[in-house]
């Protein structure tokens, strides 16, 4: 066992003044938490700052707040703003190895940090870390095992991304830009077209968890299938179906609120929603429902901007009841829905071969790492 800081060295950022913050991309990009994983930056910085913070293309980051993220840095030079650290490997330690490892331990770390809102990681529980790190050999050839694995898992992801993408082309192909309907496809208020319920929450949910009736959470829905939502990892009782909304299979749910906003499945079993989530049911006979769900997601940026104010955008029914959906011609639509068909049979092959990749990686990371 090796001290984390005697394997590399560790740079901390610094509290850069947010009056200094802007938007403007003439200036130095700043890393902040949410900006490690995603390997990029919006936020800019104006002020005078020292070179020390500076960070580069593939440099290695930590986010020391929330999930405690480890990643390389995908973008140019950019400043190391606080809660964020960059580690560089001494000589005799593989970089690669040291990420793996890391990733390993953060989790860990990450899984028994008690939080109130958010989980913070300090400098001194890093500087106190100690990896097992085998000689340099071995180091590189795990680090090549499990990156070769990583990139397979990352080109997977891509295809599906890409099939995606195919069927978010064929849609606009079809039926234009339904945010200003330019083909001039007749419109209803879709409270005219189907039944729009809100969801309720028994709380503490932890009080009405245990039972046999699914209990559909955002996280359900964006594991697997982007059409339909097949099952649910927890029930609640009898007594928390009659504090919630149960929703019979074949609605349609739709998120209302928050970052998830947009996010629509079709449920394929009788279930209960929280209030983050709108029901639509009886839809009319007009509408084909995978075409519904994919005209709403399209429409997410235009929810997001109708959505009252408030700490988060949020939804309420009343909204929703009178948005102008279109309507184009059932065959239309019909067409559109074995396009969808057709591109989800190699999504399933694409899904099957990413989960054995990844079940693979995760099996190799607990033995090499525990």
């Given at each position: 066992m090796k001290k984390l800081t005697d394997i590399c060295d560790i740079q901390y950022g610094y509290a850069f003044d947010s009056k200094c913050f802007t938007e403007e991309p003439l200036y130095p990009p700043l890393v902040r938490i949410r900006d490690v994983k995603r390997g990029y930056s919006k936020t800019y910085y104006s002020g005078d700052?020292?070179?020390?913070?500076?960070?580069?293309?593939?440099?290695?980051?930590?986010?020391?707040?929330?999930?405690?993220?480890?990643?390389?840095?995908?973008?140019?030079r950019a400043l190391l703003n606080q809660r964020v650290c960059k580690l560089t490997a001494k000589k005799g330690t593989n970089e690669e190895y040291l990420r793996f490892a890391m990733a390993?331990?953060?989790?860990?770390?990450?899984q028994k940090t008690a939080f109130v809102t958010v989980k913070h990681l300090s400098a001194k529980e890093l500087n106190k870390l100690y990896l097992n790190v085998p000689e340099l050999s071995k180091q590189n050839k795990i680090a090549g095992i499990l990156s070769r694995l990583e990139n397979i898992i990352d080109v997977r992801r891509q295809e599906l991304e890409k099939l995606d993408e195919l069927i978010k082309a064929?849609?606009?192909?079809?039926?234009?830009?339904?945010?200003?309907?330019?083909?001039n496809w007749d419109c209803e208020p879709l409270g005219e077209l189907c039944t729009i319920v809100r969801g309720s929450s028994p709380r503490p949910i932890e009080q009405f968890l245990g039972g046999d009736v699914p209990w559909i959470k955002i996280g359900d829905a964006?594991?697997?299938?982007?059409?339909?939502?097949?099952?649910?990892?927890?029930?609640?009782?009898?007594?928390?179906v009659k504090k919630s909304r149960l929703v019979k299979a074949g609605s349609l749910i739709f998120a209302n609120c928050g970052v998830s906003l947009g996010f629509a499945r079709i449920i394929t079993f009788d279930g209960c929603i929280h209030d983050g989530w709108l029901a639509m049911e009886d839809i009319?006979?007009?509408?084909?429902?995978?075409?519904?769900?994919?005209a709403l997601n399209q429409m997410t940026e235009h929810f997001r901007a109708i959505a009252p104010d408030g700490t988060q955008p949020n939804l309420n029914t009343a909204i929703m009841k009178v948005f102008m959906q279109v309507i184009p011609p059932i065959e239309l639509q019909r067409d559109f829905v074995k396009f969808v068909e057709?591109?989800?049979?190699?999504?399933?092959?694409?899904?099957k071969a990413l989960d054995e990749t990844q079940l693979l990686f995760d099996s190799l990371?607990?033995?090499?790492?525990?």
């Open positions: 700052y020292s070179e020390e913070y500076l960070i580069t293309s593939g440099d290695l980051l930590i986010g020391m707040d929330g999930e405690f993220n480890i990643a390389r840095w995908k973008s140019d390993k331990v953060l989790k860990e770390i990450e064929r849609f606009v192909e079809l039926f234009g830009d339904i945010n200003t309907n330019d083909k964006t594991d697997g299938d982007n059409i339909y939502l097949n099952s649910t990892k927890e029930c609640i009782i009898q007594e928390g009319d006979e007009r509408l084909n429902k995978v075409f519904l769900l994919q057709q591109i989800d049979k190699s999504k399933v092959a694409v899904k990371m607990q033995k090499y790492f525990g």
